[in-house]
Every structure is written in structure tokens, then in C-alpha cells.
């Protein structure tokens, strides 16, 4: 989380800054995620799972943040992929999406970015993910999904 | 509507709701005894005027009508004395008291939810009016029409008469109009004097008979009201008050120089002996109904100022934050005064001082524990109501006799008991209370049957049952008509009575073949036992045929802390309410005997019980799968008891107990046997077993 830093795609001069919005990026799996910091609450690395029976297996279980129980949803294992085993660079982002708190468990995060909401463009329908609604391709080439929060917490 | 409207229109609720709840005991008492009291009457009189003039304020005119009436109904009944009217006008009275109470309180209920308000009211009114009329017709004779010509003549009198002698006495004047066609002007001036008096302001008004004369409205409308000040600093405030009351058109000062010169001791005794005079020509009804009006109000207020001295509302969200910080401070005390790094030091002073802290910790507890807590006397006098009406169309004469109505529970529980003590209360009179005097007479009992509704006290819970003196219930009816229902499980013969008075409780059942408004619908008792299990509570039922029946619900005090066993299995933390441990035993493989389809099971004193792996249940890893390596915890809750097959007891805690993130109810948790969880000393967190559901989820994989 050290290298966290923040950096502007550019934008046009003159630009209103309405259509701009920050985004937290996370890595998972080797893709590279994007979600509003509207919705992130926190960031933590050192955790305590308390496991839950009879649920999904993408429900870690709950942790204690602060008095506040919240659930814990693997991010790799809610997307249908393999599970890994969790590093030291596996974090717990927090969210709020609609007064429901959930933490996410993702790889890494990697940076906080100022994006053109106008330069999101939808991911093509025949290769429509779960969870995922938009993406953005990068000067570099990178490309960044948005998460999909209110799908993420709606079932 | 902005923040002052809406703690205004929050205060209002609040007080019009106390208001009708009040009326509603009233009106059952008084309809016990079949009269009203002269202070029944004064206090029916108030508590619509309150109401009324409050309504007003808020500009709810469907409300304000309905009160408007009806105290114009106790207006006439005050003056004329209760004593006037006859029987079947008194029960009339009662009739329309109850369903103008209701009506009120419907519409209280839409401003809550924010629907528009019933504006066509003039069927009712007409119905308060039709009743007016019939009382007041019936004993209109020589007297009434003195009475009321000398009101008139009295009300000319005060008119001429008041306008200079104020004018006299007074300095300075306010002279208000009020918007044309904006309604009940003298309530209006009722309200700029209120807030006038709370100013603590010395002043004088005129009409000064805006509380007890709805006449005086016109006088307002024609000659404006006026209100006199005696110094100009007074004027002042008493201008300001008026320029931030509602409704009104127009108002100016007015100095009165004549006045300003003479002494300050004499023209109010002048003013008290001319108003004496005023009154006196005036025959004695109004009189009397302005003496009688002016000790009431007296009465009324000096309550009114105690009460707001010891008494708060505070919205509960605040007091369950509150709660949720105590439990916080709690957890976090043995969080600070176990920690590990303290281990092996002797810390005398800290030790000391920690102790110190315990103890305020659980006082602080204690006092947040019992800011919950509310008696029960509040759904209990809601049952007499219930009884009442029932009374009525089911032409059954019942009582219903509380005990214990002082017994406090925890809010939530109080909520949550309201709709099952209905349904059961409602059972008990439909179903359980003879239908003919005849067959109570013919089996020896109290023409009149009785309901006793109880609370009681045991160590941490509460026991609430609702007993009836009736038939009681025939126990082979029940079992027919449960297996022409197809609910039972086994053979009819191995019933027993308390299993088959548990088939009541069953989803579809209900004895009564016909139908009736008040039960029968074959949705009573399962909800019932639904509701109150939702609450951590027990439902049972006991009856004899020919004596009566009695349902116990058993409650547990508050649902936010419980004494709990930390068991682990495996590496996980999990915690059982005490209150469903019967014991806790080791146990050998030997002891253990397998039912035909392999299920295990172990005799405890003389009756074999089901056994449930917690660690098969849960699929845990790493956990005793050897009988003799573990503990056996024999447990019970409500109908069902097993033995639950864990680990290790770690100890005894009171644990705060918290729901479970609401993103997780979708995944049906309740089910798996879960009901809540509690964050350990440590920080991490013990999940608390629903023991009643983790059997029902463990037969589900059996």
C-alpha cells in the first residue's frame, strides 16, 4: 500500500471537473480493477477472519473492525477463480454501498486514479462479466474494469 | 418542512399518542364502572382541546374538527353534569367515545406515515353532533334555554363591559387580526397566549373567555383580540411573540394614555372587582363552567411542569447507540485489563485501579441496561380494549384481570410481544370462554369469565401468561382435527397431552370450525410461537378440559446481553446461550447407541436424546471427532433437546450480543443455527448458536 500515489489521466484542458471521479485500483487475479472512492471506506492488511459455516465459499467470514462486524467477500473466489493463499500484500478493502458495509479481499491495491467518467466506455457484450459493467483502456495500454458495487452486495 | 416543523410535528405525535393512549384507559375504566367521573369528564374535556388546539397549530383540519366536537359534546356535559344523561345515552357515549378515539388515532397514524389526511370527516362529525343533539334535545327544558340565554346575555355583558376596563387598566395594547377564513380564531389567540405565558410575561387579553367559549371566535373575527401589556419593555417581547405566530393578518400597538398615569395597585383591583361584576350578572352555569374551568387548567399544568422535569423522550436509535458504546467500553475494559502484555508483571496499583474500573464499567452498564427498560403496562392496557370490543360482538361477558403490569422488560421485547398477547388474549375469549352463561352456570363457575393476563419476574426472564376460566381445551378434538389436517408426525396414540397441545401451534391449525373476525383464520398460534421465538422467548400451552387453559410465553429480559458458554470446536469460537444448557458431561464411545438409520444417540437420565456434531454440522476442520476426546452439551430450547458434541467449554461470559452484518441475511444464516455474534475480550469474534435451529439445520443434513 506504500506505493499508493496518485496520478491524472489527462483530461482535456477546460475540462469541468464534474466528469471527473477518483478511483481506487486494485489488482486480482492479475486484472486490474477499478471502484469508486465514493464507496471505499478503508483499507486494512491485518485481519482476524472469523469463519462462518453453511455459506458460500466466497464468504470468508466476518471480522471485528472497530466493534462494527462485517462480512468479507473474496473477490478472486466471487468471480469464479482459483483461490490463492493470502500474502502480505493481501489487503481488505472496506466499502459502503448503500449503507451495507462489506470488506473485499483483492491481491494488492496499487493506486488512487482521476478518471474522465466521459472516457468509460462498456465492456462488449459478448464478453460480459459478472460484477463488471464498464472499463477504461489506459495511454499505456493497461486496461481497468470497474467494479460493479451495487451488483456486488444485490443477489 | 424544516428541522423546527419536524421536531414540532415529532412533539406533537409524541404528545397526541400519550394523549389518546390516556383516553383509551379512561374510557375502559370508566366504562367498567358505567359512568364518568366529574373528573373523567374535565379530563376527556382537556385532552381533546389539547389536541384540538395542537392540531390547529399544525393546520390538521380533519383532526382538529373531530376534537373540536367532541369537546364541544363534554363542553355540554360538564355544564350539565354527567348525571343528565341516561343509560342508553351513556353506553351511546361510550360507543362514539371509542370509535372517535380510533378515528383519531388513524389519522395520527396516516401524519406518521406521511399519507394525506381524511378530509370528508362531516359523516362523523354528524354522528358526534346526532348524539349532542339527542343528549342536549332530551333534557332541554326551562333550564337549559336560562342557561344558555343568559350565556348570551352574559357574553354582551363581558363585551361592554371588558373593552373599556381593560382599556382603562392597561397601557399599552397589541390589537391582532387574524387571516380571514383561517378557522377557530379563538384558538388561535389561546395559542399566542400560551406562548405569551411561557414568556412569563404579565398580561391581560381580551376576550379573555377564549379557552372555554367557542363563541368568542366571532368576537375575535369581528372586533380583533387584543391583549394588554403594562410596560412598554413588555409590549416589546409580547411583539415579537406575535409577529411569530401563524395566521395572522394584521396587528398593531396601541398606547393608552389615560392609563399610563394611574397608580399599578389600584387598577388591577379595580379590574378584578369589575370583572367579578362582569361575571356576576351572568347566570351561574357559565360561571360555573369558567370556575370549573380554571382549576382544571390549574391542575392540568402543575402535572405538566413536574413531568417535564423528570421525564425525557430521547429517540431510541440514541439509546441503542448508547448501547452499542457500552457494550464497546466493556468488551474493551477486559480487552485492556487481560492483555497479554501484562502477563507475568505484578501490577499492584494497576490491578487496583482496574478493579475500580470494572466496577464503574458494570454500574455504567447497569444504568444503560435499565434506560431500556419499559413496564408492560402499556400492551397490557391495550388487551382491555381488545376484551372490550370483544365484549361487545361476541356478547360474551368476560373480565380481564392484570397482574403485574409494573413488570419492566426491554423495549424491543415490549414491541415485540404486543401482536402475540392479541392473538392469544383474542384465543382465549373466542375460544376458550363458554359460549352460553348457561354452560358456565350449569358447570359451577362465575357466570362472568375471566381473563388474567400476568407478568412476572424469574432471575433473567420474564413469564407472561394469559389464563381463562373456560371450557378449557378437549385434547382429542385437537388431535382429530389435526390428523384430518394431515400435521401429525406419528402415530395418534403416542401423543401425549402436552405434544398434543403443541399441535396448536402447528402452521394451519385452528379449532374453531366457523370463522369469526376475531380468530379462526388458521394463522393464530403459529405466529404466535413464531413471533415470540423471533424474541428468544418460549410459548407453551396448559389446559384442562372443563377448568380453563393457560398460555405461558416465557421471555428472556433483553435480548442485547446474555450469559453464554465460549465452547471451541476446532479453531473456531462458538457460543451457547446458558440459558438452554441443561449440562455439560464427557462421555465413551460405549455409551453411545445408534437409531436404525445410523443417527447417534445417548441416554441422560432415563431418555435417550439425538446427538449432533457440531464439527459435522459445520463442516469444521481440525475438530474431536472422537466422542471421548470431546465434551457432550446437553441442551434444550423450546420443544427440541439434544446433546450438541463439541470440543472443549472454554468459560462463562455475559456476552453483548450483535446481529449479523444484514448483507448476510440473505444467505438464510438464521437457518444454519446462527443468531447473532459477539466480539471476545480479545477482539476477535465468537459466533452465538440459535440452539433451537441448529438441530432443525442438522436434521436437514441428517
Redesign the interface.
Given at each position: 500500500m506504500a506505493e499508493t500515489t496518485v496520478d491524472i489521466i489527462e483530461t482535456d484542458e477546460g475540462q469541468s471537473s464534474k466528469s471527473i471521479q477518483r478511483f481506487l485500483t486494485f489488482v486480482s487475479d492479475n486484472i486490474t480493477f477499478g471502484v469508486s472512492t465514493d464507496y471505499v471506506i478503508e483499507i486494512i492488511s491485518s485481519y482476524?477472519i472469523?469463519?462462518?459455516?453453511?455459506?458460500?465459499d466466497y464468504?470468508k467470514g466476518?471480522?471485528?473492525l472497530r466493534?462494527q462486524?462485517?462480512?468479507i467477500i473474496d473477490i478472486r473466489l466471487r468471480m469464479g477463480k482459483m483461490p490463492q493463499d493470502y500474502t502480505d500484500a493481501t489487503c481488505i478493502i472496506i466499502l459502503e454501498i448503500k449503507d451495507?458495509?462489506?470488506g473485499i479481499v483483492v491481491d494488492s491495491v496499487t493506486q488512487v486514479l482521476d478518471i474522465d467518467l466521459d472516457r468509460i466506455s462498456p465492456i462488449p457484450t459478448q464478453n460480459q462479466q459478472e460484477l463488471t459493467s464498464s472499463m477504461i483502456s489506459r495511454e499505456d495500454g493497461s486496461v481497468i474494469l470497474f467494479l460493479d458495487c451495487e451488483e456486488l452486495?444485490s443477489? | 418542512m424544516d428541522a423546527s416543523m419536524e421536531s414540532l410535528l415529532e412533539t406533537y405525535l409524541f404528545e397526541t399518542n400519550s394523549l389518546l393512549d390516556g383516553l383509551d384507559e379512561l374510557l375502559i375504566n370508566a366504562e367498567k364502572i358505567g359512568d364518568f367521573s366529574e373528573d373523567d369528564v374535565n379530563e376527556i374535556f382537556r385532552s381533546m382541546h389539547t389536541i384540538k388546539g395542537s392540531s390547529a397549530m399544525l393546520e390538521f383540519n380533519g383532526l382538529m374538527e373531530i376534537a373540536h366536537h367532541i369537546e364541544d359534546l363534554f363542553f355540554y356535559i360538564r355544564e350539565n353534569g354527567i348525571d343528565s344523561l341516561d343509560q342508553t345515552h351513556k353506553s351511546e357515549l361510550f360507543n362514539l367515545m371509542f370509535k372517535s378515539t380510533d378515528k383519531l388515532r388513524s389519522e395520527i397514524e396516516k401524519v406518521e406515515n406521511n399519507e394525506p389526511l381524511e378530509t370528508n370527516i362531516d359523516s362523523f362529525v354528524g354522528e358526534i353532533n346526532g348524539l349532542l343533539k339527542k343528549i342536549s334535545g332530551e333534557s332541554s327544558d326551562a333550564d337549559d334555554t336560562t342557561n344558555s340565554s343568559s350565556a348570551e346575555t352574559s357574553a354582551d355583558g363581558t363585551k361592554s363591559a371588558a373593552i373599556p376596563v381593560s382599556a382603562g387598566d392597561v397601557p399599552y395594547f397589541i390589537h391582532i387580526y387574524f387571516e380571514d377564513g383561517c378557522g377557530m380564531e379563538n384558538l388561535r389567540a389561546f395559542m399566542i397566549v400560551n406562548a405569551l405565558q411561557e414568556r412569563e410575561l404579565n398580561f391581560t387579553y381580551y376576550p379573555d373567555d377564549i379557552d372555554s367559549n367557542p363563541d368568542s371566535a366571532e368576537k375575535i373575527i369581528e372586533d380583533g383580540f387584543y391583549i394588554g401589556f403594562h410596560t412598554e419593555d413588555e409590549l416589546g417581547k409580547g411583539c415579537t411573540v406575535v409577529s411569530n405566530a401563524q395566521n395572522i393578518r394584521s396587528y398593531e400597538t396601541v398606547q393608552n394614555q389615560e392609563a399610563s398615569a394611574p397608580e399599578e395597585s389600584e387598577p388591577t383591583e379595580k379590574a378584578a372587582s369589575v370583572e367579578k361584576n362582569t361575571a356576576s350578572p351572568a347566570a351561574s352555569a357559565p360561571a360555573k363552567g369558567k370556575s370549573d374551568a380554571a382549576p382544571a387548567k390549574k391542575k392540568e399544568v402543575a402535572p405538566h411542569g413536574a413531568v417535564k422535569q423528570d421525564l425525557i423522550s430521547v429517540n431510541l436509535s440514541k439509546l441503542d447507540a448508547l448501547m452499542?458504546l457500552v457494550?464497546?467500553i466493556v468488551?474493551t475494559e477486559s480487552m485492556v485489563t487481560s492483555s497479554p502484555d501484562l502477563q507475568g508483571l505484578n501490577l499492584d496499583n494497576f490491578n487496583k485501579s482496574a478493579r475500580q474500573l470494572r466496577k464503574l464499567t458494570d454500574d455504567l452498564q447497569d444504568i444503560a441496561m435499565s434506560l431500556r427498560m419499559v413496564s408492560v403496562s402499556g400492551v397490557f392496557q391495550k388487551m382491555n380494549r381488545i376484551v372490550r370490543d370483544m365484549k361487545q360482538n361476541l356478547n360474551r361477558d368476560v373480565r380481564l384481570t392484570i397482574i403485574g403490569e409494573n413488570t419492566e422488560v426491554d423495549k424491543t421485547i415490549v414491541d415485540g410481544i404486543g401482536d402475540p398477547l392479541m392473538h392469544i388474549v383474542r384465543n382465549a375469549i373466542d375460544h376458550g370462554i363458554e359460549e352460553n352463561v348457561e354452560d358456565r352456570i350449569a358447570a359451577g363457575k362465575d357466570p362472568q369469565g375471566e381473563v388474567v393476563l400476568s407478568a412476572t419476574h424469574t432471575g433473567s426472564e420474564v413469564i407472561i401468561s394469559v389464563s381463562d376460566d373456560g371450557r378449557g381445551m378437549d385434547t382429542d378434538a385437537i388431535l382429530a382435527k389435526a390428523a384430518r389436517n394431515g400435521i401429525l408426525t406419528k402415530p395418534e396414540s403416542d401423543y401425549s397431552q402436552k405434544e398434543i397441545l403443541m399441535l396448536l401451534m402447528t402452521p394451519g391449525f385452528s379449532t374453531n370450525t366457523e370463522v369469526t373476525e376475531y380468530s379462526g383464520r388458521g394463522v393464530g398460534l403459529d405466529v404466535v410461537k413464531k413471533n415470540v421465538e423471533a424474541i428468544g422467548g418460549v410459548v407453551t400451552i396448559t389446559s384442562e378440559l372443563g377448568k380453563g387453559s393457560c398460555t405461558t410465553l416465557k421471555i428472556p429480559l433483553t435480548l442485547a446481553i446474555a450469559d453464554g458458554m465460549e465452547i471451541s470446536v476446532g479453531k473456531?469460537i462458538f457460543t451457547v446461550p446458558i440459558s438452554n444448557i441443561r449440562q455439560s458431561f464427557k462421555a465413551t464411545e460405549e455409551d453411545i447407541v445408534l437409531d436404525p438409520a445410523g443417527h447417534e444417540m445417548i441416554r441422560c437420565m432415563d431418555a435417550f436424546y439425538p446427538i449432533v456434531r457440531a464439527h459435522e454440522?459445520?463442516?469444521?476442520p481440525d475438530a474431536c471427532t472422537k466422542i471421548d476426546d470431546g465434551i457432550l452439551m446437553w441442551v434444550d430450547a423450546s420443544d427440541k433437546s439434544y446433546c450438541l458434541f463439541v470440543d472443549k467449554l472454554i468459560g462463562e461470559h455475559q456476552v453483548v450480543v450483535?446481529p449479523?452484518?444484514?448483507?448476510?441475511q440473505?444467505?438464510h444464516?438464521k437457518d444454519?443455527g446462527?443468531s447473532g455474534?459477539t466480539?471476545l475480550g480479545d477482539?476477535?469474534?465468537?459466533?452465538i448458536l440459535d440452539i433451537a435451529h441448529v438441530y432443525e439445520?442438522a436434521r436437514g443434513i441428517f
Open positions: 482476524m472469523c469463519t462462518l459455516p453453511m455459506v458460500p464468504i466476518i471480522i471485528n466493534g462486524t462485517i462480512p451495507i458495509s462489506v452486495i443477489q | 452499542a457494550g464497546e468488551i473456531s454440522l459445520y463442516n469444521i450483535k449479523l452484518p444484514p448483507y448476510l440473505q444467505f444464516i444454519s446462527i455474534c466480539i477482539g476477535n469474534i465468537s459466533i439445520a
